[in-house]
C-alpha cells in the first residue's frame, strides 16, 4: 500500500501532524484531495500515564482522555488510517520511503513523520544521526540532528525525538509546523490550515 505520508508515533506530536494533515481536506483545494495518510501507534506515548492541568485552553485531563479526544478529532476529518504496529525498519528507495513492521507488512510513502519519543530510536535502515537529548531533564534520552526539523530529504522529525521539550504543547506544535511544510510542498506554495466558521 502506498501513502503520501506515514506518521511512525501516536502521542502529542504524531497525532497533531495526522490532524493537521487530516484537516486539509474538503477545503476545495484540489492538490489536498484523495491523499492518503497512516500512522502507526503502538500505544506506548508517554501522555497515557500523564495528568494534565497547564495546556491553554483545555480543561484539566488524563493524557489518555487528551488522546482519544485527538483521535476522535481525526476519525471525523478521515483520510488517515491509524494502525496498532511497531515499525521496525525504514528504508529510502525511488525517492520514496518504504516502512516495514514487526509483523511483515510493508507500506510505502512520499513523506515520512518520526514521532515516536525520546527513550530510545531502534528503527533500522535510515542513516540518521542519533544524539543525546540536550533538553530532557533526564539522562539517556535521545534526539535525531535534523534542520528545520527535515533529518533526511522528505523524512520529519517531531517531539521529543527532534529534542524539544516533552511539555504537551511543544511536541504538538512541531506535529502541526511539520504537517504544514508537507502540504505546502504538496500544494507548490506555502500554506496555513486554520479552521474557519461554517457557512
Known sequence: ???????????????????????????GWQWAEGRKYVLFDTGESDLNKAYLKNVPGVAPTNGKDLLDVIKGQIEEWGGVEIHQKKVNKIEALEGAYVLTCEDGTKVGADYVVLACGFHSFLIEGLPVEVVENPKSPKPGRVMIKHKDFEALPNLFVVGTLAGLSSHFTSCAGSGVEVAIEILSRMAGKRIVIHDTPSS
Do not use: E, F, H, P
Request: with cysteine; proline share 0%.
Open 1 to 27: 500500500m502506498k501513502y503520501d505520508v506515514a506518521i511512525v508515533g501516536g502521542g502529542a506530536s504524531g497525532l497533531s501532524c495526522a490532524l493537521t494533515l487530516a484537516s486539509s481536506q474538503n477545503r
